[in-house]
């Protein structure tokens, strides 16, 4: 089933790019380790997911771009043209000449209502393209005006008009020392609308992706392209073809649904984080090896220490025993830092991923005490190896994870609107200081929610 | 402070409604797919099996089912869309299954219609009603699970209306791209069925080479067999073309009669036919789950009523650990003594009847005189009768022209015409829709009814702040 995937401003341009090129640079690739045909079928489900077929061959990307500025979209459709291996439809972007000023209010009540017949019109062109649709995939960042702003209300739209179908935003976390002043305003004003109408928020933090870049793939001089290939990198494991089951042979049909049914069916807790294992630099890759064993010891420290990446992760932290009571294990875990997991679902992928033992990610102790982990936790395995890495394994993970940097946003939000900065270039577009209240109120019971597993 | 006490009944109600409804129901979309390619694009592998016994039908059942199991929980609310799709529904007939199928095969053994049934549609509702809320004693269970489970029903649910809406495009286009291919003029188009063992006979070979049929993703792998590279590159609607260029094609050759010696022939349609005949069997017993669920409540009632009939003999059982339970011989002596036992038990029961009754009737009469009372009664009187004549009236219109039940063969027609016993899609999509509003306002009632009980409980307990769940 076809995934349509809509670009939000800067951020979500260039995110969608380098998704697109990552998934059929990996679809394409020859270092798969399997059969010819398994590659094949491979392809082709990635194909049908993301992309559709023009008359001579070259794969069209199920996509929507929108931004009110015409210079990124433009590169965009320029680089995607230029690989040769896939690009754009033609008729695909909505852009302006105007910009959105880094203002939420801005991109949600003035932009939005402007141009929601156009870009209305175009999604619903490309899920007609679909021969079965599956749901949206929306690529956006919180600080910024456009993406954030547009981005909630297009999600807001998507809601009304197409009900059944599912919907996953990936956002962007800005930088806690980031540039936009106003860009807690924006964030808690994304967040607490797109938690009404969006199914499921993945979240990715630009201070953990490039801590990344910097210690694992040693890069020096990091740009914002680094850190989207790192990003598009998580994603495509996450999205390339699974199996379906363990006993079945072909390619899980629904992933999107399958995913969201199995992390984020509780209207309260909708907040997902991803971790990978390995990533590093593709030189280094060449001398490495890795063990199941490892991979996953690494993964599931990870997801208790609450580790953004493999290295330097904390490992004194260990799941609460399971003698204490409910009330016991809760200051414990702040004590150590301990994360506790709603839902975890860990996806696999390469040789011998038969052979890989995820006991460890199914300890009851690591979940939550109304979630057994047989309902908590899903494993998903597939021989095709992604991206030139012989095994790799990540986790999407509706946990504690992102407590802490709400948390902070909240409260930095909190003490500006308290002393009323810039709140006038809001409701100079209409929102109001209510508008903000509800947001505060509805990201407070959000983050009591997760406090409190 | 939040409340989190819930039965576990209603826990395992939604967990069991969830687990009956499919999670990779898969209906595949049209005909641009590759079908060379065994991956999970390729739409044809499954259509066959999917196509024959197990369509709207059940899922309206399902639907039924998992609409009543929603207003024991107060928050939920379920957005149920009708099985067949609103937009060109006009020409769309339900035309009774007994027709061309027989024609077709010389040993036809099982539909080959696109099959749709219509059940007695008060009936499967009406049976369910409201399931009477009582209290689980194993333990409270936490909220945050029952939402949980909540929203897993919700995703699927969604998913399950995707799949409709897929399979009814699916369909449409079929039947239109087929139309004039059908030996049977009053039918006119193939179904998917007739159209894919058309387009592949030796496809049905192999896919009931797998075996039973039951578990569809067994013939999923061996459908990738046939569609290995050796085959060449075909797609649906290129063979399609091909057998609608030659409209002699499939009177032809399927009404030949099986001989011996025209081996091909057999080879193709006996595991054609096991295939069918699997597969009805399927369909049987899937129908007798479905009658089960719906005469289940009688007959756990009936069984209480038998349990509780047993009981006072338990201890004179219990006193004789040893002995298994024998039937006495019974004697007339015995026989006797039960009958004048049983009479004077009845007429005690009558005793006690009478005077209860007659004192009620003197309490009645006593605060019923007046004038306030007469007419309270007959106001109250008056709103019965209409609502048994609005009752009535809507079963009347329900079963206006004689709606046959069972299965249905979906057939479009440009022109309108129809037999005695075929069924207008547009009726049927508007008696589904009364229904609906029907169930819905008696849901909407249900969660009235859970509100108000609620706070009831919550002003009954003081110092207990309700924090309302998220709205969606």
């Known amino acids: ?453 | 402070m939040r409340g989190r006490r819930v039965g576990a009944a209603g826990a395992r109600a939604i967990a069991g409604v969830s687990r009956s409804l499919p999670s990779d129901h898969s209906p595949r979309s049209s005909g641009r797919a590759k079908f060379d390619r065994p991956d999970d694009s390729a739409p044809w592998q499954l259509l066959l099996p999917r196509a024959l016994p197990i369509p709207a039908g059940k899922r309206l059942a399902s639907i039924a089912l998992g609409k009543a199991a929603l207003p024991a929980l107060c928050f939920a609310r379920a957005n149920p869309r009708a099985a067949l799709p609103a937009a060109g529904s006009v020409g769309w007939l339900l035309r009774a299954e007994d027709l061309c199928p027989r024609q077709m095969l010389p040993d036809p053994s099982g539909p080959l219609g696109d099959e749709m049934t219509v059940w007695g549609q008060c009936d499967a509702l009406a049976s369910l009603g409201p399931p009477a809320p009582h209290m689980e004693t194993e333990g409270p269970v936490d909220v945050r699970h029952v939402q949980w489970l909540m929203g897993k029903l919700r995703f699927r649910w969604r998913q399950l209306v995707s799949s409709q809406q897929e399979q009814c495009a699916l369909l449409s286009k079929i039947h239109l791209y087929t139309h004039g291919c059908h030996s049977d003029q009053s039918l006119g188009h193939l179904s998917v069925t007739e159209a894919e063992m058309l387009r592949d006979p030796e496809g049905g070979q192999q896919v009931s080479g797998a075996g039973a049929a039951q578990n569809l993703d067994l013939a999923y792998p061996k459908g990738l067999h046939f569609c290995t590279p050796g085959m060449g590159p075909r797609t649906f609607w290129n063979d399609l073309w091909l057998v609608c260029e030659q409209p002699g094609l499939l009177p032809g050759d399927w009404a030949a009669p099986l001989d011996p010696g025209g081996a091909s022939a057999c080879s193709l349609l006996f595991p054609l036919r096991v295939l069918l005949r699997t597969l009805e069997q399927e369909n049987r017993r899937l129908e007798a789950v479905l009658a089960w669920r719906r005469t289940e409540l009688v007959f756990w009632q009936w069984m209480d009523t038998v349990l509780g009939t047993c009981a006072p003999e338990a201890p004179a059982a219990a006193s004789q650990p040893t002995f298994l339970p024998w039937v006495p011989e019974c004697g007339d002596g015995e026989l006797e003594l039960v009958v004048r036992e049983l009479q004077t038990l009845e007429e005690e029961l009558r005793e006690a009847a009478e005077r209860r009754r007659v004192a009620w009737e003197a309490k009645a009469r006593g605060c019923g005189r007046g004038p306030e009372w007469s007419a309270t009664r007959r106001a109250s009187q008056e709103t019965v009768e209409k609502e048994l004549g609005a009752l009535q009236r809507r079963w009347e219109q329900d079963s206006g022209p004689a709606q046959a039940h069972g299965p249905h063969r979906l057939v479009r027609r440009e022109d309108g015409a129809a037999g005695d016993r075929d069924l207008r899609a547009a009726e049927l999509i508007r008696t589904l829709r009364s229904q609906e509003a029907c169930l819905e306002a008696m849901l909407r009632q249900l969660q009235g009814q859970c509100r108000q009980e609620l706070a009831r409980v919550a002003g009954a307990l003081p110092g207990l702040i309700w924090i309302p769940p998220p709205g969606r």
């Open chain 1, 1 to 453: 089933m076809s995934i349509v995937t809509v670009q939000l401003g800067q951020c979500g341009n260039q995110i969608g790019f380098e998704v697109f090129d990552a998934l059929l640079r990996d679809s394409q690739s020859s270092h798969g380790l399997c059969c010819k045909r398994e590659n094949e079928a491979y392809q082709a489900s990635c194909k049908e997911r993301f992309f559709s077929e023009e008359e001579n061959g070259v794969p069209i990307a199920r996509a929507v771009l929108v931004d009110m500025e015409p210079k990124v979209i433009n590169q965009t459709l320029s680089k995607a043209a230029q690989s040769g291996r896939w690009k754009y439809g033609q008729h695909a972007c909505f852009c302006q000449k105007q910009g959105s000023g880094n203002n939420w209010a801005y991109g949600y009540s003035v932009h939005g209502p402007r141009h929601e017949e156009s870009i209305m019109n175009l999604i619903r062109k490309e899920v007609e393209k679909c021969d079965s649709f599956s749901g949206f995939f929306i690529i956006m960042s919180m600080a910024g005006g456009t993406g954030s702003g547009i981005g909630a209300f297009v999600t807001q739209n998507l809601q009304d008009q197409y009900s059944n179908s599912l919907k996953m935003n990936q956002i962007i976390w800005p930088y806690g020392t980031g540039e936009v002043i106003v860009q807690n305003y924006n964030s808690i004003l994304t967040l607490s609308h797109l938690y009404r109408s969006s199914d499921a928020l993945l979240v990715h933090e630009n201070d953990a992706v490039h801590k990344i870049c910097a210690k694992l793939m040693n890069i020096k001089q990091i740009s914002f392209s680094d850190i989207n290939q790192v990003l598009a990198h998580q994603l495509g494991s996450v999205f390339q073809p699974t199996y379906s089951a363990e006993s079945s042979f072909h390619y899980r049909r629904n992933p999107l649904g399958d995913l969201m049914e199995h992390l984020v069916p509780h209207p309260e807790f909708k907040m997902l984080s991803v971790r990978n294992v390995p990533h590093m630099s593709e030189n280094s890759l060449a001398y490495s090896t890795f063990t199941w064993a490892g991979l996953l010891k690494h993964l599931r420290q990870m997801l208790i220490s609450n580790a953004k990446m493999e290295e330097g992760i904390d490992w004194h932290v260990r799941p609460p025993s399971s003698g204490l009571p409910s009330l016991g294990k809760k200051s414990l875990n702040k004590d150590l830092h301990f994360n506790t997991s709603i839902a975890n679902l860990v996806i696999l992928r390469g040789k011998d991923v038969q052979s890989a033992d995820v006991e460890g990610f199914k300890d009851p102790a690591l979940y939550t005490s109304w979630l057994e982990p047989v309902n908590a936790f899903n494993v998903w395995k597939t021989q095709r190896a992604f991206s030139k890495y012989e095994k790799s394994a990540v986790l999407v993970s509706n946990s504690q994870f992102l407590v802490k940097p709400l948390d902070m946003i909240v409260g930095k939000a909190w003490n500006m609107f308290a002393s009323k900065a810039y709140i006038h270039q809001y409701t100079k577009f209409g929102i109001e200081e209510e508008d903000f209240l509800d947001s505060f109120t509805s990201l407070e019971q959000v983050v009591a929610s997760y406090c409190n597993l």
